[in-house]
């Protein structure tokens, strides 16, 4: 389990189907070999971890339904390691396990913020609220806007200077991670409605992928 708030942000080293290597420092203070780590926002298991980074298994699947796939050597990486009984969250509750894609369609500047629209698919919109909350590439996030098929977030400064979001541009894909409480109310409200909704495991609905 995880909070949404960055610890680090760590670079590709390697990426291939079948693991990465990530450069990294602070985030490997709380890491050890078979731990949890987020990297933007999937839970990833680390294979082997030393004082300049870590490497994790990564599965088809996992590039399949993430936007890992996307990733070269040299990209920057949001990380946050695994929650440990007794610590703050920061953010709201992140497992790790995203729901779907989706693809920033808008970045603009408003004062110190900067507006960030991104296309969002079916499965995820349903649990989209204003006010709400969404991990986006593992950070949490408030969702300030909702459209017909987007949200949109406002990124202050100190989000702009410790995760990726300062690199989104318009194309860029980015995981998405819808609050675990509002799955599980759509899940409840589902089942004794007899109907699905989204990546909540409800009848008829997609499961959520545990992309780790």
């Known amino acids: 389990m995880f909070s949404g708030i960055i610890a680090e942000v760590g670079v590709v ?27 933007n926002g999937v ?9 300049h980074g870590f490497t994790a298994d990564v599965m088809p699947e996992t590039l399949r339904r993430t936007a890992l796939a996307s990733l070269g050597v040299g990209a920057p990486v949001n990380l946050e390691p695994a929650l440990g009984f007794g610590d703050e969250v920061g953010g709201h509750l992140v497992q790790g396990h995203v729901d779907g894609t989706g693809r920033v369609t808008e970045v603009r500047d408003e004062g110190n913020a900067r507006w960030v629209t991104i296309q969002v698919p079916a499965e995820v919109q349903p649990y989209c609220v204003v006010k709400g909350s969404i991990a986006i590439d593992g950070t949490s996030l ?45 899940s409840y409200v589902a089942q004794r409605d007899g109907t699905s909704m989204g990546p909540t495991g409800a009848p008829g609905g997609h499961q959520s992928t545990e992309a780790g």
């Open 142 to 186: 408030t969702i300030a806007e909702v459209g017909k098929d987007s949200i949109a977030v406002s990124l202050i400064p100190h989000t702009l200077d410790n995760t990726i979001a300062s690199g989104y541009v318009v194309g860029s894909d980015v995981n998405l991670e819808a609050d675990i409480l509002a799955k599980y109310v759509a």
């Open 43 to 51: 839970c990833l298991t680390a294979t082997t971890v030393d004082d």
């Open 13 to 39: 080293e390697a990426i291939d189907e079948r693991s990465v290597r990530i450069h990294a420092h602070h985030a490997l203070h709380k890491t050890a070999v078979g731990g949890s780590i987020a990297v």
